[in-house]
C-alpha cells in the first residue's frame, strides 16, 4: 500500500494510479430548452427526461424538443435535495440545465467511476454546513481526484458491486414493501375499528354516510359542529413556542435555525392550548391533523378547533377518526383548490358539516385503548425495519468505499 495523498482516502495499493477526473470525462450542462411534465407521460414524444429537482429518481416525462445519443455515460445533479445524484444512462434521453452530463473521454470502466464518484460525492457533502444550499458546479469536477486502478482491476470491482449492490437493493425493496404492507394494515385495523367498533358479532345498521358504511346498530352518527368548535385567537405577543403540523404530528420549530418557512411576526400567529386540535386544512394531500400537548402558537392559516361536548367525546378516539380521514383521503374528495399547487383545501363549511361516527363514551375509550396496543405493536415491527434499512445502506456504502479505494481486493 501507499499514500494517495486524498484525505478521504488513505492509503491504496501500490500500482493503482491518482488523477484528476477531469482527464477521464468531459463535463457538459443540460440544455435550458429542456420540456417537461411533472408528471410520468408516456404518451408526449419518445424521450425519457431527467431533471435535478424532481421525486422518481428524476424521471419526468417525454419530449421530442432536443436528445442525446449517448453509448454510456454519467449525469449528476447540480442543486437541491438531490445534489450529487449520479445515474448511469446509455441510449437517447434529455436532461434539463439543473444536471451535468459526464462523458468518457479515454477508455476505462463507466461502472467503476460510478461506484467511486458516490463515494467522492458522499465524502463531500458531509463536508457541506447544514445551513448552505448545497450545489455542484463544473469547476469542482475538474477538480476533484480520483484513484485508478488497471483496467482489469476496474471490471472485476465493477463486476463484484454490480452483484452485491444488486443483492443489497433487493433486499432493501423487499423490505420497503414490507413497511408498506404494514401500514396498509395499521390503516385498515384504524378505519375498520373506528367504524365498526370492537364487537365483531354486534348488529349493525347502514350509517347512511358513504365512508362510515354499516355501524353498531346502538352508535350514532353527527355532524362535526355538533361536538366541535373552531376558534382563533391571536397570540398579540412573542414567546411562545411554535406549533408546527407536519405528517409525524403537531412538532415544536426551532425558529433559531432560520430552517424552512419563517414568520416575519409570530404574535399574528394563533394560540393553542392542551387538547386543541390543530388541522392543516389547507393541503389535504399532505397535510395532517394533531391533538395539542402543550399550549404554544400556529400558523394562523391551520385549523384550530377543541371539544365542546366533553361528556360525548374522548379526543383521543376523534384524533384516530380525523387522521384516518386524511390517510384515506376522505377529507381530499371534499376539497377545493388546485392540488397541483399543494392547494386543496376542506372549507370551513365543509369541515363543520362532515359526519362522524358516534359511539358511547364508554365504547371510544376501549377502541382508543385497543387501537393504541395494536399500531405500537405495528409501529414497532415498521421501526425494525427502517433501521434494518438504514444499516443495509450503510452496509451499501461501506462495501462501495472499501473496493474502490482499494481497501479490499476481489
Not at 465524502?123 to 444550499?133: A, D, F, H, T, V
Request: aromatic share 14%; glycine share 6%.
Amino acid at each position: 500500500m501507499k499514500e494517495s495523498g486524498i484525505e478521504w482516502i488513505g492509503k491504496i495499493p501500490k500500482n493503482w494510479e491518482v488523477n484528476k477526473l477531469k482527464n477521464y470525462f468531459t463535463f457538459s450542462k443540460g440544455r435550458n430548452a429542456a420540456k417537461y411534465t411533472k408528471e410520468f407521460v408516456s404518451a408526449i414524444g419518445e424521450y425519457p427526461v431527467y431533471s435535478g429537482q424532481t421525486e422518481n429518481n428524476g424521471i419526468l416525462g417525454y419530449t421530442e424538443t432536443f436528445e442525446y445519443d449517448l453509448n454510456e455515460c454519467l449525469f449528476t445533479t447540480t442543486v437541491g435535495a438531490k445534489v450529487m445524484t449520479l445515474r448511469l444512462l446509455k441510449g437517447r434521453f434529455s436532461l434539463s440545465q439543473n444536471c451535468l452530463i459526464m462523458q468518457k473521454k479515454k477508455k476505462s470502466n463507466i461502472d467503476y467511476f460510478y461506484y467511486f464518484l458516490q463515494s467522492l460525492f458522499e465524502y463531500e457533502k458531509s463536508r457541506i454546513p447544514s445551513y448552505m444550499q448545497p450545489s455542484l458546479r463544473v469547476d469542482d469536477l475538474n477538480g476533484y481526484k480520483v484513484i485508478i486502478p488497471d483496467e482489469n482491476e476496474q471490471e472485476k470491482i465493477a463486476k463484484f458491486l454490480n452483484y452485491s449492490i444488486t443483492l443489497v437493493d433487493n433486499l432493501i425493496v423487499e423490505t420497503r414493501e414490507t413497511i408498506r404492507e404494514l401500514k396498509k394494515y395499521k390503516q385498515s385495523i384504524i378505519t375498520e375499528t373506528v367504524t365498526k367498533g370492537l364487537d365483531p358479532n354486534v348488529k349493525m345498521k347502514d350509517s347512511g354516510i358513504e365512508w362510515i358504511g354499516k355501524v353498531p346498530e346502538a352508535w350514532d352518527v353527527i355532524k362535526i359542529n355538533r361536538l366541535f368548535s373552531i376558534k382563533k385567537e391571536i397570540a398579540n405577543k412573542t414567546g411562545y413556542d411554535v406549533l408546527s403540523v407536519t405528517q409525524r404530528g403537531l412538532k415544536v420549530k426551532d425558529i433559531t435555525q432560520n430552517e424552512g418557512q419563517m414568520a416575519a411576526d409570530y404574535s399574528k400567529y394563533q394560540k393553542v392550548q392542551p387538547d386543541d386540535f390543530v388541522m392543516n386544512h389547507m393541503d389535504l394531500l399532505t397535510g395532517w391533523v394533531d391533538l395539542a400537548v402543550q399550549e404554544g402558537v400556529t400558523s394562523p392559516d391551520y385549523r384550530v378547533f377543541y371539544n365542546k361536548q366533553k361528556e360525548l367525546v374522548f379526543n383521543r378516539f376523534y384524533l384516530y377518526v380525523f387522521q384516518i380521514c386524511y390517510l384515506n383521503k376522505i377529507f381530499y374528495g371534499l376539497g377545493q383548490g388546485v392540488s397541483n399547487y399543494g392547494r386543496w383545501r376542506l372549507q370551513t363549511d365543509k369541515f363543520l358539516n362532515f359526519y362522524l361516527p358516534l359511539p358511547t363514551l364508554k365504547e371510544q375509550t376501549e377502541i382508543v385503548n385497543y387501537l393504541d396496543f395494536q399500531t405500537q405493536k405495528v409501529d414497532s415491527l415498521i421501526q425494525d425495519k427502517e433501521k434494518a434499512i438504514e444499516e443495509l445502506e450503510k452496509y451499501k456504502k461501506s462495501l462501495i468505499y472499501e473496493y474502490v479505494t482499494g481497501k479490499k481486493q476481489v
